[in-house]
Nanobody, 116 residues
């Protein structure tokens, strides 16, 4: 019922920046929270950042001070501004949307590669 379309991934050098976007579309849903998770090869999918409908944000310790999550409620879109990228940020980044009633939706993933 909810579809997520991600964009903005790519290959950048260490110290560079990228901005990821995720747009949610569909009918009969209300968004409680949106966020980003990432999964590196051989690793589990970990939280990067989340933002609630009220604007509260939460970040993984590894990205605090470098990444910023934001949302455009009118467009049902969440963004992740990634600055000062490091090689260890390399992963597939997945958009997540939590709706009411409670249900998690996931985007298709977008590859972020940070080279040395």
């Amino acid at each position: 019922q909810v579809q997520l379309v991600e964009s903005g991934g790519g290959l950048v050098q260490a110290g560079g920046s990228l901005r990821l976007s995720c747009a949610a579309s569909g009918s009969s849903f209300s968004i409680n929270a949106m966020g980003w998770y990432r999964q590196a090869p051989g690793k589990q999918r970990d939280l990067v950042a989340t933002i609630t409908s009220g604007g509260n944000t939460n970040y993984a310790d590894s990205v605090k001070g470098r990444f910023t999550i934001s949302r455009d409620n009118a467009k049902n879109t969440v963004y992740l501004q990634m600055n000062s990228l490091k090689p260890e940020d390399t992963a597939v980044y997945y958009c997540m949307v939590l709706t009411t009633p409670a249900y998690f939706y996931w985007g298709q993933g977008t590859q972020v590669t940070v080279s040395s």
